[in-house]
């Protein structure tokens, strides 16, 4: 997905001038260079959340100031902007047109699941629009399309390897279980502890090797998807919040969302990561390793360019 034999930006170049200036004058031995790495985890981390925050930001923002008697509703106004943010991180090679490609089929994806699950009662959306299908306005697909794009970004500026990585043909098929069942347990049985059995399984010794700043840090990649599932869920409560949407309960006042969303997130998602790593056909080791038997290898290779690609 990166291109590693192109020419740097302008802005490329910039923040990696930036970054050297500030590693030089605030790095002066481990404990600075811990935290110097920290702060360059959470800049990176909310630089791929990009596309989602701006999202939220227009959850919140039209939700405390967009004008009640306005001639444009508020869904069809989020629809507008959620489609010149897409067209802004095109334009600026902030994702690419691979990249793009997969977010578009997740957001049909979400779509289609949208359409079913308003039907049966377990969302709504309480204001009316015109640019909708059905009960569904369209800037829901964005939503999904935004968890797309945060895990294929994320992928990108963090120069993700993997060990023991498990063949895309399996991931394939856990993850069309999972979609078919966010359907399905309307009628047959729940199979979602199952599914849960099945990702411990399938990608329980798999470890994600991520650079933040110099060197490739390792994490099991199943506390990778909790973690993203968690920051999902923290989303989520606020559009609901924002009553951009609404569960059973929440009709006449907000309050939290179940807990067992998160659940459902941490499926969903994994939906997404597939996608994204067919785009990828597969994953890439550090080069050189690391390799099953010397996992501590990764740590030592050198980082080639250490803020994001933008």
Aim: proline share 5%.
């Amino acid at each position: 997905m990166t291109d590693e034999g192109a020419a740097p930006t302008q802005a490329q170049t910039y923040l990696h001038a930036a970054r050297a200036a500030l590693h030089s004058r605030c790095v002066k031995g481990p404990w600075s260079q811990a935290a110097f790495e920290f702060l360059a985890f959470g800049i990176k981390q909310g630089w791929a959340c990009l596309f989602g925050g701006l999202m939220l930001g227009l959850l919140l923002g039209t939700f405390l100031w967009y004008p009640e008697n306005a001639a444009l509703s508020r869904y069809d106004a989020l629809v507008l902007g959620a489609v010149s943010i897409q067209i802004m991180m095109l334009w600026t090679g902030l994702e690419t047109w691979e990249e793009a490609k997969i977010i578009f089929v997740f957001h049909i994806v979400g779509t289609v699941m949208e359409l079913f699950k308003t039907a049966h009662g377990s969302w709504i959306y309480p204001e009316d629009s015109v640019l909708r299908i059905g009960a569904v306005p369209l800037f829901t697909g964005f939503m999904y399309a935004a968890v797309g794009s945060y895990l294929a970004r994320v992928w990108r500026i963090f120069d993700f390897r993997f060990d023991r990585f498990p063949p895309l043909w399996m991931q394939g098929v856990l993850a069309t279980a999972i979609y078919v069942n966010f359907f399905a347990h309307h009628w047959l049985p729940d199979i979602r502890i199952a599914l849960f059995i099945a990702t411990a399984l399938i990608y329980g010794r798999c470890l994600v090797w991520f650079r933040a700043d110099e060197t490739h840090r390792p994490m099991p990649l199943v506390v990778g998807f909790l973690l993203v599932a968690l920051f999902i869920w923290f989303a989520e409560n606020l559009g609901t919040f924002a009553r951009a949407w609404a569960y059973p309960g929440q009709e006449h006042g907000w309050q939290m969302v179940s807990l067992s969303k998160l659940g459902s997130w941490y499926l969903l998602m994994i939906i997404s990561f597939v996608l994204v790593a067919a785009i990828h056909k597969g994953a890439r080791r550090v080069p050189g390793g690391p390799s099953d038997e010397d996992p501590e290898a990764a740590r030592r290779e050198p980082g080639r360019d250490r803020l994001p690609h933008l």
